[in-house]
C-alpha cells in the first residue's frame, strides 16, 4: 500500500538555525513528492515538488528538499529558520499513473504531519 | 487568478442532519479533490472528480457523496451526520488529470462542528 511517514511529531529550533523536517514514502513506481505548509485556519499552501532530475529541489520562502531514492526519503530543510516559519508541514506522495498498479489520478497521500516551532 | 474558494467557512450541525459544501476551483482547473482533516487522522482523501464524473474515491461511508458541475464547481454532501464528521474539509483543484506533475492548489476549508 502507498504511505508516507512523517516521524516527527514536532520539531523545535532556534530562529537562524537550519531545520529539517523529515519525510519518507513507499509507493509503487516512481514517486511525485510534495510538501505543503499549513498555518491556523487556513488551507494547505504549496512550498515545492520532486518530479524528476536533480535530487534537491528549491521552492518558496526558501525552503528546499532532498529526494533520496535508495532511503526513501524527502526531507525537507532550511539554511536558516524564521519565527514565522513556525506552522505544520505535511509531506505528501501521489503515486505514478503510468506504473501499472496504479489509478491514474491526482489525489495526494499526505503523511500525519510535523509542528515545527521556531523559537526567537 | 483567483484561488480556490471554499464555502461557507464555518458550519454548525447536529446529529443526524446533512450538509453540502461548495467548492469553486482555480479558474481553467478541471480536477477537484475533497479531503477531510482531524487530529486523529489527519488528511484524508475523500473523492476527486473531473469532468463531472468522480474518478477515485477514498475509504469513507457512502454518506459522504460528491458532484462535479459542468463550470468545474463541485459540492460534497454528508447525510445522516454524526458527531466523528466534526472536522475541516478542504477542496482542492489542479489543471488535469493528466496533469500529474502539477501541485494541487488547496482552499482554506470549510470547518464543519457536529453538535
Known amino acids: 500500500a502507498q504511505s508516507v511517514a512523517q516521524p516527527e511529531d514536532q520539531v523545535n529550533v532556534a530562529e537562524g538555525n537550519p531545520l529539517t523536517v523529515k519525510c519518507t514514502y513507499s509507493?509503487?513506481?516512481?514517486?511525485?513528492l510534495f510538501w505543503y505548509v499549513q498555518y491556523p485556519n487556513r488551507g494547505l499552501q504549496f512550498l515545492l515538488k520532486?518530479?524528476?532530475?536533480?535530487?534537491l529541489v528549491k521552492g518558496s520562502y526558501g525552503f528546499e528538499a532532498e529526494f533520496n531514492k535508495s532511503q526513501t526519503s524527502f526531507h525537507l530543510k532550511k539554511p536558516s529558520a524564521l519565527v514565522s516559519d513556525s506552522a505544520l508541514y505535511f509531506c505528501?506522495?501521489?503515486?505514478?499513473?503510468?506504473?501499472?498498479?496504479?489509478?491514474?489520478?491526482?489525489?495526494?497521500?499526505f503523511g500525519k504531519g510535523t509542528t515545527l516551532s521556531v523559537s526567537s | 487568478k483567483a484561488g480556490v474558494t471554499q464555502t461557507p467557512r464555518y458550519l454548525i450541525k447536529t446529529r443526524g442532519q446533512q450538509v453540502t459544501l461548495s467548492c469553486s476551483p482555480i479558474?481553467?482547473?478541471?480536477?477537484v479533490s475533497w479531503y477531510q482533516q482531524t487530529p486523529g487522522q489527519g488528511l484524508q482523501f475523500l473523492f476527486e472528480?473531473?469532468?463531472?464524473?468522480?474518478?477515485n474515491k477514498g475509504n469513507f461511508p457512502g454518506r459522504f457523496s460528491g458532484r462535479q458541475f459542468s463550470n468545474s464547481r463541485s459540492e460534497m454532501n454528508v447525510s445522516t451526520l454524526e458527531l466523528g464528521d466534526s472536522a475541516l474539509y478542504l477542496c482542492?483543484?489542479?489543471?488535469?488529470?493528466?496533469?500529474?506533475?502539477?501541485?494541487?492548489?488547496f482552499g482554506d476549508g470549510t470547518r464543519l462542528s457536529i453538535l
Open positions: 482542492a483543484s489542479s489543471p488535469g488529470m493528466r496533469e500529474s506533475n502539477q501541485p494541487q492548489h
Open positions: 509507493v509503487s513506481g516512481n514517486p511525485y
Open positions: 520532486y518530479i524528476t532530475g536533480d535530487n
Open positions: 505528501a506522495v501521489r503515486v505514478d499513473p503510468l506504473h501499472k498498479a496504479n489509478q491514474a489520478g491526482t489525489a495526494l497521500i
Open positions: 479558474s481553467g482547473h478541471r480536477s
Open positions: 472528480y473531473f469532468s463531472e464524473t468522480q474518478r
